[in-house]
Structure formats: structure tokens, C-alpha cells
């Protein structure tokens, strides 16, 4: 399959600070690719080169076959954005703020407005197109920016945390919309701290932390080979005691009040613990999941 953007060893540098340090990717067309990681890993550093808003400091970076730079026009006419900025004009409607982007990609007033309707159809706004946008909720104003990142029919949608803040129904929405583009042949690409947003929207993710990638693949691939198949959480035991009565049957970690062992025999690990002299006050087993993996590599939890 095509790429359609290819990192080598890419890197930004603000001052001394190196936000970015050689990252490696390849984005498949008509996929959707994600970079999960925490506040700080860099993610937003990293789309803002790919969206052509900031020169890279090292390594290579290209967007449909074209070098990213701040002057790449062909590739910013055929991407949408989707910042983690709104910049929204508050003052205009919600139509008129679609027409005046509309024109950025070459389209007539008649043309941007007729585009402008079918998108906020689509994201559920047409009801509000003649509210001004101060007048618009949170989720409203980022499902204009989702519907103003389409207007130009992008080949390639760049969405910089595209739920964050937004209540569960807003984030269905815009989780099923943004499905629905994947599956018309749009590739995706979306930074996230979120596991279950990463979880179900990429083909492909990317782990970051520190300006590094820390693992990459497929959201079942990253779960079976780091975390392994199940989780059993266990109460009121000490970390200690678990991990020697489990031994090589999994890995042992604390998690607030709990610790959860990760394992490819859930009940292998039940029956060792019910077997021990001191005995476990409560016990959980559940499928292991992509928050497992995130404890795993950075030891840090992302939910905020
Ligand atoms: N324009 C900037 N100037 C200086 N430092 C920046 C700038 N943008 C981001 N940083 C720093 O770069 C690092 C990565 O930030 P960012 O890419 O925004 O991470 P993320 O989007 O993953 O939260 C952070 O330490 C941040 O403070
Ligand atoms: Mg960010």
C-alpha cells in the first residue's frame, strides 16, 4: 500500500529544547494512524510539520511524495486541519466561517456554501448555520472545525485531538463520523491521550512519550505482544507476595488500590493466588487493554 506520509528520523527543536527526537513512520493511505501519547510527548510538534505550520529541524518528512515545508501549498490544498486551536471567527456565522475557508481551497461563494450545508448536515449542525459562532457549546464549535477541515475534500484529514473536552455523545458523533470518512477512503490521521479513542478509531498507532516512539502497530497487535492476553486485578495483597506467588506466569503492577497482573493465563494466575497462604480480598479478570499497554512503557496512567 501507498504511503502517503513518510518520517525518517525526524526532529523539532524549540531552542534547547528538543521536542522531537528522530521519529520513523509511515502513514498508509486510506488508513487511520494515531499518535497516543501524554501531555508534553510532542504529538502536536509532530502534526503541526506534517500540516506544513512548522519547518522541521532534522531528518526527512514528506506529504503525498512532497518534502513538508511552511511554503508546500500542493500539499495544503489537499488537506483538511484540524488544530487543537479552533481559530474560529467568533463574530461570523457558522455558514460564513465555512464559505471563507472554502475560498482558501479554490471554491466559489455558491460552491463553499453548497459544500458548507452538505458538511454541517453531516456533523449534525446544519440547525445552527445562522448562529453566530460565540453563540455555539464546545462540541459544537469543534464539529464546525471537523466540518470546515472537510470543505476542501481532503485526501488526507490531520485531527489534533479531535475529542478532548467534548462530552460522550459529542465524541460518538464525531467517532462514527470520522469512521465513516475512513471508510469513503479519506486517510486519518489523529493525536489522542485518549486509550479508548485510539482504540477504536486507528488501524495504526503510534506510542510516544519524549519526543521518541515507543512501540507501533495495530491496537491488537500492541496489546498482545506488550501486555499479553489478560489482566487479573487483585486486592489486598502486597506487590511483593503476588509477584513470587505468581512467578513467571505474568508481570506485576500497582495500580492505585489494586495491582493488576498481566498474563496469557488468567486462570493459572487465579488458582496460584487462591492457593497461597494469604489470600487475595477481591479478584477481577478482564481482557488486557491498550491502558495496560500505556502503564507498561511509560509507567505512566493517562487517564486525567
Ligand atoms: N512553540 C513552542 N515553543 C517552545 N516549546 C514548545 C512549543 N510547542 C511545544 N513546545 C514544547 O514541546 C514539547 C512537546 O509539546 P507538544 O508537541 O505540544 O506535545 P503534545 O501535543 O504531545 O502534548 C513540550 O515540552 C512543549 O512544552
Ligand atoms: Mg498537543
Redesign the pocket.
Known sequence: MASIVAARGLR?R??D?E??RGLDFDVEEGRCFA?L????????????MICCQ?PISGGSLTVFGIPAHPHAVRIKQQMGVVA?EDYLDRELTVEENLVLHGRFYGLSGREARERGQELLTFMQLYAKRQNRVKELSGGMRRRLVIARGLIGRPRLLVL??PTTGLDPQARLLVWTRLNELRQSGVTLIV?T?YMEEAARLADHIVV?DH?RILEAGSPADLVERIAGREAVEVWGLEETVVAEQIGNLGRVQARGDSLAVLTDSAEAVVSRLLAGALKPERMQVRPASLEDVFLLLTGKDLRE
Open positions: 523539532k524549540y531552542g529544547l521536542a522531537v499518535f501519547g501524554p501531555n508534553g510527548a510532542g504529538k502536536s510538534t509532530t502534526i503541526r512548522s487543537q489534533d485531538e493525536t491521550h510516544m519526543g
